[in-house]
């Protein structure tokens, strides 16, 4: 038999197999997360902080699934000092998948296996930001809304006035400038 016609089926076929491999549309992978290791260096507000690591620059890091106050808003200082009392000068570990719009790397903070994230929303500084749920494992997303429900029902925090207003909500009405 001629060598190109055993070939030739091969080199045919080829191209279709990987048309078919791509018509296979995008799959959806959940990455495993960077695990980033520093000392809290600073603390900016609520739900945002300075990450210091031997040998590179300070990392910009905000917390992921949760969202505090602004300064300038109602518990805002409140929210930032209650930070600065459970990380300033501590060593951490930050979960990341991602980089915000900010450059800001988002993350979930671990002290000494502790969820800082939750620990915020527990303590009625910070809400949960269901929003952004699809971007933390599901388990990782009830804890907090669980945390939100518990804050709120023990009037925690933000939650001792009937109804505080959302971080998101006063954004809209106080655009930066």
Known sequence: MNPIRRILPLILLTPLALVACLDAGPRR?????????????RVGDGDTLDLEGPGRPRLRVRLQGIDAPELAQDHGREAKAALEALALGR?????????????????????NGRDLNQALVAAGHAWHNARFASELPKETT?????????????????????????PWDWRKRNPRR
Request: net charge positive.
């Open 29 to 41: 992978v959940r990455k495993e997360p960077d695990v980033l290791i520093g000392r809290v260096a």
């Open 91 to 111: 060593e951490v570990q930050v979960r990341t998948g991602r980089k915000d719009a900010h450059n800001r790397h988002l993350g979930v903070v671990l002290l």
């Open 142 to 166: 009830r804890r907090y809304a669980d945390a939100q429900t518990e804050a709120r029902a023990q009037r925690r925090g933000l939650w001792r006035v009937p109804h505080p207003e959302a």
